[in-house]
C-alpha cells in the first residue's frame, strides 16, 4: 500500500490499479476499466456532426458546446489524468408477463423497473472511493475526485471505449463481452496516473439486426452507428414533454417508458439471456417495483399524488405524471381492447390537455357507439384547442369506419 513517503514507481502504481479494480468488483460493479483522462476526439466529431445534422433536434441543451465539453474527462476536473468506468448489468430474471383480453400491459425499460441507478451508482462509487482515497491521496496530493453518472458532462460511451469496458454499436450502446448491452455505466475521476486497458478493436461487422428491428425508425440502415433522437421511443416517452406526433404512436406499440427494441434483437444480448450471470440478472438494486409489464388501465387513475408516490425512487418519475399518462393512453389505443375504454372515457375529463388529446386518439382506435358518443360528448366540452383538434380527426377516423346514419362524419 502506497504511504506519504512512498515515490512514483511503476509496481507501485500497477498494484493499486489492481486494488482499484478489485475494489470496483467487491462493492458489486460487474465492469471496470481504466483509461486516460483524455480528449475523445473522434467522439467530440461524431456528437458534433449529430448536432448539425439535427440528429439529436428535441435534447435543445446538446450543443456543439456540449460535445465539446463532454468529449475531455479534464473540462469537469482539470487535474483529472485517470478514468475509472465501471459497468452494472442490470438485466433482471423478473418474468415479462404477456396482455391478456381485459388486461392488457405495458412495456418498461428494463434498466426503469425499479430503484433509480443514479443512486445505485452513486453509492457504489462513492464506497468505492472511500476503500482507494488515501492511496490515491497520499501518491498525488490531491483529494479531489469526482463520481458521474449519466447526467454529468461525460461521454460516457467514450470513456467506457477508452477503457476496454466494451465497443460502439450500431444501436449506439455500448456492447460488452460477457453482458452485451444489458449494462449502465459511471465514472471515478481521478488526479493520478494509473495503468491503462486497451480498448476493444471489435464492432459490429456486417450485422444490422437492430437497424431493422426498430419500428420508428430511429435507427437508420443506410446510417449506422447514428441515431434520430426524436423518433426514438426511448426520447418519446420520456424526454418528450408535448405530444407525440399522430404518425408515430402506432409503431409504440406497447413502450410506455423507454424501449429495448434494438437490445432486444442483437446477437450478444440474446446470448446473455440464454445464461445466467454470476452477478448482474441478481442485483437486488433491479428487482421489484413496478416490473417489465405492468397492467396499463390503472394506471390512467394516477393522480400527480399517487403518481409521485407510487414511483417515488425510480426513473420513472422522469416522464412526469401527465407524459406517463400519454404513454399509457398510446399503449391502451395500441391493444385495441375494448376493456380499456371505460377508464380511458373517465380519463377524457382529466385536468391536463396533454392527457386527453392522447386519450382521445386511443379511444378512436378502440372505436365502436360507445367510443363515438363518448368523444362527441367531449367534444362539445372541451375548450382546449389541441384536443379539440385530436377529437375532430379521431372521430373522422371512425367515420372513415362507419359514416353516420345521415351519411355524415358523426363529428365537425
Known amino acids: 500500500m502506497l504511504t506519504a513517503t512512498d515515490k512514483p514507481n511503476t509496481q507501485a502504481i500497477a498494484a493499486l490499479t489492481s486494488r482499484i479494480k478489485q475494489a470496483a468488483i467487491a462493492v458489486g460493479f460487474d465492469l471496470v476499466g481504466v483509461a486516460p483522462a483524455q480528449p475523445f476526439p473522434q467522439t467530440e466529431a461524431r456528437m458534433t456532426a449529430a448536432v448539425e445534422r439535427g440528429l439529436l433536434d428535441g435534447l435543445d441543451w446538446f450543443t456543439a458546446e456540449r460535445a465539446h465539453t463532454a468529449a475531455d474527462p479534464r473540462n469537469l476536473m482539470p487535474n483529472a489524468q485517470s478514468v475509472i468506468s465501471v459497468g452494472l448489468c ?25 430503484r433509480d441507478y443514479h443512486d445505485v451508482f452513486k453509492q457504489k462509487m462513492a464506497v468505492l472511493l472511500a476503500q482507494v482515497r488515501d492511496e490515491v491521496v497520499a501518491y498525488s496530493g ?8 449519466d447526467t454529468a458532462r461525460i461521454a460516457d460511451r467514450a470513456a467506457a471505449e477508452q477503457a476496454g469496458i466494451g465497443w460502439y454499436g450500431k444501436n449506439t450502446n455500448i456492447l460488452t463481452r460477457r453482458y452485451g448491452s444489458w449494462v449502465l455505466l459511471g465514472e471515478i475521476l481521478l488526479p493520478i496516473a494509473l495503468v491503462y486497458d486497451q480498448p476493444i478493436d471489435r464492432d459490429c461487422g456486417s450485422c444490422d439486426l437492430c437497424l431493422h428491428a426498430c419500428p420508428t425508425a430511429a435507427l437508420d440502415p443506410n446510417d449506422p452507428y447514428a441515431l434520430i433522437t426524436k423518433r426514438c421511443i426511448s426520447y418519446l416517452t420520456i424526454e418528450e414533454r408535448g405530444p407525440i406526433p399522430r404518425e408515430l404512436r402506432p409503431q409504440m406499440g406497447d413502450n410506455i417508458f423507454g424501449c429495448d427494441i434494438c437490445q432486444d434483437v442483437c446477437p450478444h444480448n440474446v446470448r446473455v439471456g440464454t445464461r445466467l450471470p454470476e452477478q448482474g440478472r441478481g442485483h437486488a438494486e433491479f428487482r421489484g417495483g413496478i416490473g417489465p409489464t405492468p397492467e396499463l388501465i390503472p394506471l390512467l387513475a394516477l393522480d400527480e399524488t399517487h403518481f409521485r408516490a407510487h414511483f417515488k425512487g425510480t426513473p420513472l418519475r ?25 377508464a380511458l372515457i373517465v380519463a377524457l375529463d382529466d385536468l391536463s390537455p396533454l392527457v386527453r388529446e392522447h ?44 359514416l353516420s346514419p345521415a351519411g355524415k362524419p358523426p363529428c365537425g
Not at 438485466?91 to 408477463?97: A, G, Q, R, Y
Not at 405524471?321 to 375504454?341: E, H, K, Q, T, V
Open 90 to 114: 442490470y438485466l433482471s430474471d423478473e418474468p415479462t408477463l404477456p396482455s391478456v383480453a381485459g388486461a392488457p400491459r405495458g412495456r418498461v425499460a428494463k434498466y426503469a423497473t425499479s
Open 142 to 149: 490531491s483529494e479531489e475526485a469526482r463520481l458521474l453518472v
Open 318 to 342: 422522469r416522464a412526469k405524471r401527465d407524459g406517463f399518462l400519454r404513454n399509457a393512453a398510446i399503449a391502451l389505443g395500441n391493444s385495441s381492447d375494448p376493456a380499456a375504454l371505460p
Open 359 to 402: 386519450v382521445a386518439w386511443a379511444i378512436s382506435r378502440i372505436g365502436g357507439p360507445a367510443a363515438l358518443a363518448a368523444l362527441q360528448a367531449r367534444l362539445m366540452v372541451e375548450d382546449d384547442a389541441r384536443v379539440r383538434e385530436e377529437i375532430t380527426l379521431s372521430c373522422s377516423e371512425l367515420a372513415a369506419k362507419s
